[in-house]
């Protein structure tokens, strides 16, 4: 059974980091790209930033360009984000997506940034 597990969320004051982390098991016909998106209230999905496998190739939202970098360890299928200079407009749910033949999504994990 093909499944994503967050971790990293939390509270965190602006200027802050936090690093995000998602494990994906029992895909069977292989990832090629691996990221991360996120929702706030009110707003739609929107991707955050996404690395492609067995590349460096990395993609990033404008918002975060600079404060957010993400990795990945293709012998565990994981992909991090870290998160520096958090902002009070960072505050979403944040959600796992890998894509092969089909895409995949986590559970999401909350990331609230106070002011």
């Known amino acids: 059974q093909a499944q994503l597990v967050e971790s990293g969320g939390g509270l965190v004051q602006a200027g802050g980091s936090l690093r995000l982390s998602c494990a994906a098991s029992?895909?069977?016909?292989?990832?090629?790209?691996m990221g991360w998106y996120r929702q706030a209230p009110g707003k739609q999905r929107e991707l955050v930033a996404n690395?492609?496998?067995?590349?460096?190739?990395?993609n990033y939202a404008d918002s975060v360009k600079g404060r957010f970098t993400i990795s990945r360890d293709g012998a565990k299928n994981t992909v991090y984000l870290q998160m520096n200079s958090l902002k009070p407009e960072d505050t979403a749910v944040y959600y796992c997506?890998?894509?092969?033949?089909?895409?995949?999504w986590g559970q999401g994990t909350q990331v609230t940034v106070s002011s």
């Open positions: 690395i492609a496998s067995g590349s460096s190739n990395t």
């Open positions: 029992g895909i069977i016909f292989g990832i090629n790209v």
């Open positions: 997506r890998a894509q092969g033949r089909y895409s995949y």
